[in-house]
């Protein structure tokens, strides 16, 4: 089992930056395929994008590509989600999460961290 605290979230104006951490507890991190995800208010919770155990491989949505970048430090323990450009339509809360080899299905989960864009 892993456990996740995702730290970074905050406030920022429309074009700006700002980069999410994701802490993952244990020694397999670099076992598990990671994620991130974010809910708006209102709506359900949606895919941002993912990395692969390795950090060699990452997709994203459509409405992120481009803009967001996810990396990971399996060293540290660490994924990480580069956010440029922010627009207001970005402010949600943000979550990581964590899936076992070979599956799909995200099993574990951060508690989140509020982004908030400001036009």
């Known amino acids: 089992q892993v456990q996740l605290v995702e730290s970074g979230g905050g406030l920022v104006q429309a074009g700006g930056s700002l980069r999410l951490a994701c802490a993952a507890s244990?020694?397999?991190?670099?076992?598990?395929?990671m994620g991130w995800f974010r809910q708006a208010p209102g709506t359900e919770r949606e895919f941002v994008g993912g990395?692969?155990?390795?950090?060699?491989?990452?997709n994203y949505a459509d409405s992120v590509k481009g803009r967001f970048t996810i990396s990971r430090d399996n060293a540290k323990n660490t994924v990480y989600l580069q956010m440029n450009s922010l627009k207001p339509e970005d402010t949600a809360v943000y979550y990581c999460?964590?899936?076992?080899?070979?599956?799909?299905?995200?099993?574990?989960w951060g508690q989140g961290t509020q982004v908030t864009v400001s036009s």
């Open positions: 999460a964590a899936r076992n080899y070979g599956e799909s299905k995200y099993d574990y």
């Open positions: 244990g020694r397999t991190f670099s076992s598990y395929g």
């Open positions: 990395i692969s155990r390795s950090g060699n491989l990452a």
